[in-house]
């Protein structure tokens, strides 16, 4: 009634493709070596809330920023008040490093644009 | 249009009634292990294939199609899964099948290192191939059920992919976070989870899935007796021609298609009445508590009372499932999370009835052509309804789209009512049609 068990040979078939599943993408990962993502700066010079204030228009970046996977966006805020650019605060005198690893959409408030700032990384 | 041939197997019976039954345990004992590991292979892709599309393109509706090409790839490969099972049996079939997931998952994982949108659907895709398999498997494993048991066998396979989903669930974040500490990228150590898994239910089925089921029940391999195989086509025919068959297949749809919508529309609707993560998890866990952990019950229930009774249940779950969720706004929780069970169990009642139906109306050397059919024909609806989805809600509103639901589970009710009716007229006409002797009496 039992039929005719597959040979070794079959087994090892098995055997080495689970292997290769495992190893051949562990090793490519390794072999393709992504490129370095580019840093952005974004430096907010002291005074600029009392401009904005002021009704002085301040154009430190543009409100629309597309970004690359793995950039880094650099803030360094010189105010002496906080500012917010799209769901990032970055306090005063301080400075905020956000890598990029996944494609994303930010968009929200920006104390430096009066329409908000919108991000895209892809 | 060519017609299938249609013979009773008459050849001498190769295994006693006893060696049946023996073969037909094992035969379950196997197909468990293989969907449990096929199970947590389908749900490893499925899990991370929405959130690897959307981090590649940072598209939603893109992230979707890449969702719903798990359905698209098994619906393509039913067909053709029944027609190697049709000619070289179960084993051939499930583990050609299975050994296209694996090629699948490999190609995702490449699409996950390289980043490419395409060769992510193209390997999402292959990975179908493996759903198909883990659906062919309840139809494996009735091939040799006794008519009594066939419900409660179908069930006890559906219930497997509980214990899948589960494992899966938890081992996919396990599998990713493992393949980050080896070097992989994000999300790719969960397609090496599926790859194995699906790799490990093909050895399973090719080592253990001996003698083949479908072989012993004399579908294959019977020189003596033809047990010529309908084409997709005239399977279809088959299906058309046969009123019990149609309401299988149309159940099929309707509760593919009503799971696959409510399914994909109520984390939108709830995320849109500002409901936590966690509330959305538990109702999704609901859902799926409706879908897979009564199944045993609704076999049993099946082989006591018929298919017919359990159609019209499922009908009914699927109507008031759908009303239920359709009602309840998108900041309420216990409308959403009834609604899901029901229409979670719904569909439990549905595939479990129309499975045991479709069996029980074909010989066996027609069944597998049909079964392939009925199934194509359902996950192809649910992958046109999870693609159309997001566009449905924005036009119609949760509302809007469980009310349509509401409608095929209607449709259902009136489907099963109709075709009880229409057969039992036949009966009694057929049973009013005066026989030879009483023409010679009469004469």
């Not at chain 1, 204030?53 to 906080?82: Q, S």
């Not at chain 2, 013979?7 to 035969?27: F, G, N, R, W």
Request: aromatic share 6%; proline share 4%.
């Amino acid at each position: 009634m039992e039929e005719r068990r597959p040979s070794l040979r079959v087994g090892l078939g098995f055997l080495a493709t689970a292997v290769v599943l495992v190893v051949v993408p562990v090793g490519l990962a390794r072999a393709i070596d992504e490129p370095e993502g580019f840093t952005y700066l974004i430096e907010i010079p002291k005074g600029t809330a009392s401009a904005l204030a002021a009704g002085t228009e301040v154009e430190i970046f543009p409100a629309d920023l597309d970004l690359r996977l793995r950039d880094i966006l650099l803030i360094v805020n010189k105010d002496d008040v906080p500012h917010t650019i799209g769901q990032i605060a970055v306090g005063a005198g301080e400075q905020v490093e956000r890598t990029f690893g996944q494609a994303v959409s930010i968009s929200g408030f920006c104390s430096l644009h009066t329409g908000g700032v919108e991000i895209s990384v892809g | 249009m060519r017609q299938a041939v249609v013979m009773i197997p008459v050849a001498p019976a190769l295994y006693s009634d006893d060696e049946k039954a023996v073969v037909q345990t094992h035969t379950v004992r196997v197909l468990l292990a293989s969907q449990t590991s096929g199970g947590v292979g389908l749900v490893a892709t499925y899990i991370v294939s929405a959130l690897l599309a959307k981090d590649i393109t940072g598209s939603a509706t893109l992230a979707t199609i890449a969702a719903a090409c798990l359905s698209i790839g098994a619906a393509l490969v039913s067909v053709p899964l029944s027609r190697v099972m049709a000619k070289k049996g179960r084993r051939a079939g499930l583990r050609m099948a299975y050994l296209v997931g694996v090629a699948g998952a490999a190609c995702a994982v490449l699409a996950a290192i390289t980043r490419n949108y395409p060769l992510l659907c193209l390997g999402v895709l292959g990975a179908g191939a493996g759903n198909a398999a883990n659906l062919a498997t309840r139809y494996a494993a009735s091939d040799l059920a006794h008519e009594d048991r066939r419900a409660r066998t179908i069930s006890i396979i559906v219930w497997a992919t509980t214990i899948g989903s589960t494992t899966g669930s938890v081992a996919s974040g396990f599998a990713s976070d493992f393949g980050n500490t080896i070097g992989l990228p994000d999300k790719a150590g969960s397609y090496v989870l599926s790859g194995l898994m699906f790799l490990i239910a093909a050895a399973i089925v090719e080592f253990f899935l001996r003698p083949d089921p479908l072989v012993v029940a004399g579908g294959i391999g019977q020189q003596t007796v033809d047990t010529t195989q309908p084409t997709p086509r005239e399977a279809m025919h088959l299906i058309w021609d046969n009123p019990s068959a149609r309401l299988a297949v149309g159940a099929m749809i309707v509760c593919q298609v009503t799971m696959v919508g409510v399914m994909a529309l109520t984390p939108l609707h709830m995320d849109d009445g500002g409901q936590s993560q966690n509330a959305i998890g538990m109702m999704m866990a609901m859902h799926i508590w409706g879908m897979y952990a009564f199944s045993p019950l609704v076999g049993l229930l099946t082989d006591r009372i018929g298919s017919f009774p359990m159609l019209y249940i499922c009908g009914g779950l699927c109507t008031w499932g759908a009303f239920w969720a359709a009602l309840t706004p998108g900041d309420a929780k216990l409308g959403v999370f009834m609604g899901n069970f029901l229409i979670g169990l719904g569909w439990c009642f549905g595939v479990i009835a129309a499975s045991s139906l479709i069996v029980s109306l074909f010989p066996i050397h027609q069944r597998v052509a049909v079964q392939g059919v009925g199934d194509s024909a359902m996950i192809g609806a649910g992958a046109i309804a999870g693609l159309s989805s997001g566009a449905l809600y924005s036009v119609f509103d949760y509302r809007g789209v469980n009310y349509a639901n509401a409608a095929f589970g209607i449709a259902l009710i009136s489907g099963v009512a109709i075709t009880y009716f229409a057969m039992r007229r036949s009966r009694i006409a057929d049973a009013e049609l005066p026989t030879e002797d009483d023409a010679v009496t009469t004469s």
